[in-house]
């Protein structure tokens, strides 16, 4: 079983999160915040109603600034004022679908933003570590369905991803050029899907499940057969923890990390995963397949290897790809019956760290 991270390593540090009111900033503030970590936040303002964010409240941050990553100015002001000791860099603009939209907007925010950040991080005293958090699609995927693993090429057949790779790029530049020689260590994370309570977002998979349910409508999918390394959000965000406490110390030995379900895990499909979130929530299997309908490219299968994580983290997943199902489901059906969202990721946390 992985690792958790040190509560007496993260007591008393402080930490500028970026994207700290998106979904999975809000689930990593509130961990933080319960480990005694002093939590600074930047980001917009959440980008659905309801947000977790909202529903769990802000008390958990020491500091906030609601703000655009490219707002330079603005963004040197919360970082002098907090002197982070370590930046986990979260906030983008996170959406395949929408980068096709909006694709100067996607690579100005993902990689402009990481820019801007690792810019104004530069003249920090107290700062020993960066993470930057990308993704598992900035691999130069050739549909092979082989799990990727760190050395693997970077590209992207959508903005989103090339977005995300070329932010890959831009943060070991900086690293390079700038941070190394300070002793400031930098590392980059590429998490699989997560799944998880309190995700509202546009064109995600639980979030469409619980607003077709709650609509009483059947869910549309584009892509039933597609593959992704389904992870729980608790299981990605200790792996990011992990990393930073050995990015803080020296102590890892490499500068990207892939974290995700084992590749001796049988690969779940998406139309399972809807089928499985919908028996969990009492719900009827009610989906229709539209993935003959006109709409732009995504990979239909990706796997991610973790095992640079593994050996450098003591880091593996610490919930099976069906148990991550089950308590994302567990969590809206909760949610929906009335129970409070902020006791609701309390609960999942307690629960993650003792083993339950």
């Given at each position: 079983m992985s690792r958790l991270p040190d509560q007496r390593f993260w007591s008393g540090k402080r930490v500028f999160l970026t994207g700290h009111t998106?979904?999975?900033?809000?689930?990593?503030?509130?961990?933080?915040?319960?480990?005694?970590?002093?939590?600074?936040?930047?980001?917009?303002?959440?980008?659905?109603?309801?947000?977790?964010?909202?529903?769990?409240?802000?008390?958990?941050?020491?500091?906030?600034?609601?703000?655009?990553?490219?707002?330079?100015?603005?963004?040197?002001?919360?970082?002098?004022?907090?002197?982070?000791?370590?930046?986990?860099?979260?906030?983008?603009?996170?959406?395949?679908?929408?980068?096709?939209?909006?694709?100067?907007?996607?690579?100005?925010?993902?990689?402009?933003?990481?820019?801007?950040?690792?810019?104004?991080?530069?003249?920090?005293?107290?700062?020993?570590?960066?993470?930057?958090?990308?993704?598992?699609?900035?691999?130069?995927?050739?549909?092979?369905?082989?799990?990727?693993?760190?050395?693997?090429?970077?590209?992207?057949?959508?903005?989103?991803?090339?977005?995300?790779?070329?932010?890959?790029?831009?943060?070991?530049?900086?690293?390079?050029?700038?941070?190394?020689?300070?002793?400031?260590?930098?590392?980059?994370?590429?998490?699989?899907?997560?799944?998880?309570?309190?995700?509202?977002s546009e064109d995600r998979l639980v979030p469409d499940i619980v607003r077709a349910a709650i609509a009483g409508k059947i869910l549309d999918i584009r892509s039933p057969l597609a593959t992704r390394p389904w992870q729980h959000v608790l299981d990605c965000l200790n792996g990011y923890f992990l990393f930073c406490e050995a990015l803080h110390s020296g102590a890892v030995p490499v500068e990207s990390l892939n974290f995700g379900p084992s590749p001796d895990e049988a690969q779940i499909p998406v139309g399972v995963v809807a089928s499985s979130v919908q028996t969990a929530m009492g719900l009827g299997q009610t989906w229709q397949d539209t993935s003959a309908a006109d709409k732009p490219r995504e990979m239909h299968a990706l796997g991610l290897d973790p095992a640079e994580a593994s050996r450098c983290l003591s880091w593996r997943a610490r919930l099976s790809q069906a148990d991550a199902i089950d308590w994302a489901a567990r969590w809206y059906d909760q949610w929906r019956r009335g129970e409070d969202a902020l006791s609701l990721v309390t609960g999942q946390i307690d629960a993650f760290t003792k083993g339950a």
């Open positions: 998106g979904f999975k900033g809000t689930w990593a503030r509130l961990w933080l915040s319960r480990l005694g970590a002093e939590v600074t936040g930047y980001a917009l303002s959440p980008a659905t109603v309801p947000s977790l964010h909202q529903l769990a409240g802000s008390t958990s941050l020491a500091a906030e600034t609601i703000a655009d990553i490219r707002d330079g100015t603005t963004l040197a002001k919360a970082l002098d004022d907090c002197n982070p000791d370590i930046i986990l860099h979260m906030a983008a603009q996170p959406l395949v679908r929408r980068s096709y939209l909006e694709p100067v907007d996607t690579f100005d925010v993902n990689v402009m933003g990481t820019v801007r950040l690792l810019e104004a991080a530069r003249s920090l005293e107290a700062l020993k570590a960066i993470l930057v958090i990308t993704t598992d699609k900035v691999y130069s995927n050739d549909e092979s369905g082989r799990h990727f693993v760190e050395t693997d090429r970077l590209g992207g057949h959508d903005p989103y991803s090339g977005s995300k790779a070329a932010a890959e790029i831009a943060t070991a530049t900086y690293r390079d050029s700038f941070f190394r020689s300070k002793g400031v260590h930098v590392g980059t994370a590429r998490g699989g899907n997560v799944l998880g309570g309190g995700d509202f």
